[in-house]
């Protein structure tokens, strides 16, 4: 885990744990069977960032940004995402 990370709670941590176990043993339930093949160091980056998103979204720390770095959305307003 990065840095930021240890600045983590326990349920952070934890949440992050087992998304990560989850999705790097269940690829084929995460991913459309018609789409291309995944490297397994892009899987493990993509089942990374996506444990730390959700870790970060359930501290309401998550702002998503636009490519113009504007923001898209935070926690606070995660429903009006479109």
């Not at 160091?41 to 504007?70: F, K, P, Q, R, V």
Request: glycine letters at 2%.
């Amino acid at each position: 885990m990065s840095e930021e990370c240890e600045t983590w709670t326990d349920e952070q941590r934890e949440l992050y744990s087992r998304m990560l176990r989850f999705m790097s043993e269940n690829k084929e339930l995460m991913t459309h069977p018609q789409m291309p093949i995944i490297s397994e160091e892009l899987w493990h980056t993509i089942c990374h960032n996506s444990a730390t998103l959700a870790a970060d979204m359930i501290a309401g720390d998550l702002t998503i940004l636009n490519d113009d770095e504007s923001v898209l959305a935070t926690t606070k307003n995660i429903s009006s995402l479109q």
